[in-house]
């Protein structure tokens, strides 16, 4: 008899583009999961209501998401909508009674982003979804009973949350009914901008600092091709941030042999920058090319693409509803 595949669970915000950052850092692995792992992936969009969003465009975010996460390679019958399952909130509310207030508030990315908001508006307002997240993160987690979770380790704490939830609640209702979600650590790679490389590729700096995974191939090696190398001078013997990253992208681009060979003129003091920033393009433009053709013809019929969509979270949908069934009978709740 065929073991049965073991279960990955991972997300994303409908906020901002899908830059290279983002697709290095998270979807590129995703893709690559899903030859190995039964994979269950949403798109969070209750999670992007904690910091500030604009009502009119979280839905148009969302497909628009949606369709890129397609392009780039996820399967759609892998894909929900988070609040298309509104069991998600529901065992968010169960959990919280399970959660301290001592834990959430100590959360670095809470501290983080309530100082971003501070930062970005005097009289910034700070919602208690934006402390409680990490709950609700635990419930995307845990309702499907996931048995791995890709993960940096900047989301560490989080995923030691959903672990100490999932035990607290073993612990009260008398049964090991949730796995223990392990991580599954993803090697991140570093990309910063190419515009000021001592700091992270993000869109919400700016068009120049982040190179978009769909965009037209002459705009991508201009953005290469105008990306900081030196800085000043630099500390013998130690790499600038600027080139460190051109050889960064070179890697997770996955051209080995390009960066072996460059590296190893670096190394020798006969480093052309053109060479390398060329090599990175390329890297780049492959990478690009087919995701945004396959995105061109799932623009074609966005219909059919909200359909499909919709479908795979009414699916996944009846998995999130026979936990929640399970977990109300373990609490002594009423169910329907």
Not at 67 to 76: S, V, Y
């Amino acid at each position: 008899m065929e073991n049965k595949r073991k279960q990955v669970l991972s997300a994303i915000q409908p906020t901002g583009v899908l830059h290279f950052g983002r697709y290095f850092g998270a979807i590129s692995n995703w893709v690559r999961l899903q030859q190995e792992y039964d994979c269950i992936y949403g798109v969070v969009d209750y999670h992007a209501m904690t910091m500030p969003f604009n009502p009119k465009k979280l839905r148009e975010q969302s497909w628009d998401l949606i369709i890129n996460l397609i392009a780039a390679g996820i399967k759609p019958e892998n894909l929900f909508v988070q609040s298309l399952i509104p069991e998600h909130a529901e065992l968010c509310w169960i959990f919280n009674c399970f959660t301290s207030y001592g834990q959430l508030s100590r959360m670095t990315q809470f501290k983080d982003k309530s100082k971003q908001n501070q930062e970005n508006a005097e009289d910034a307002f700070i919602s208690a979804g934006l402390l409680d997240y990490p709950v609700l993160q635990a419930a995307d987690i845990l309702i499907y009973r996931a048995d791995y979770v890709p993960v940096g380790k900047d989301q560490e704490q989080h995923l030691e949350l959903s672990r100490n939830i999932a035990q607290r609640f073993n612990a009260q209702v008398g049964k090991e009914y949730f796995v223990l979600p392990e991580p599954l650590w993803a090697e991140i790679p570093k990309v910063m901008s190419t515009a000021e490389p001592t700091r992270k590729m993000s869109a919400s700096l700016g068009e120049k600092h982040n190179i978009d995974l769909f965009a037209d191939e002459a705009r991508i090696r201009k953005q290469i091709a105008s990306a900081v190398t030196d800085t000043g001078p630099a500390q013998e013997g130690v790499m600038s941030a600027g080139v460190e990253n051109l050889f960064a992208l070179l890697r997770a681009a996955g051209r080995m042999e390009a960066h072996e060979a460059l590296m190893e003129n670096y190394r020798s003091g006969t480093l052309k920058y053109v060479d390398l920033k060329e090599a990175v393009a390329e890297g780049l433009v492959a990478i690009s090319n087919p995701a945004r053709a396959r995105r061109a013809e799932l623009l074609s019929d966005k219909k059919a693409v909200k359909e499909q969509v919709k479908a795979s979270s009414a699916r996944i949908r009846e998995q999130a509803r026979q936990t929640v069934r399970e977990v109300k009978e373990l609490c002594g709740l009423m169910n329907v």
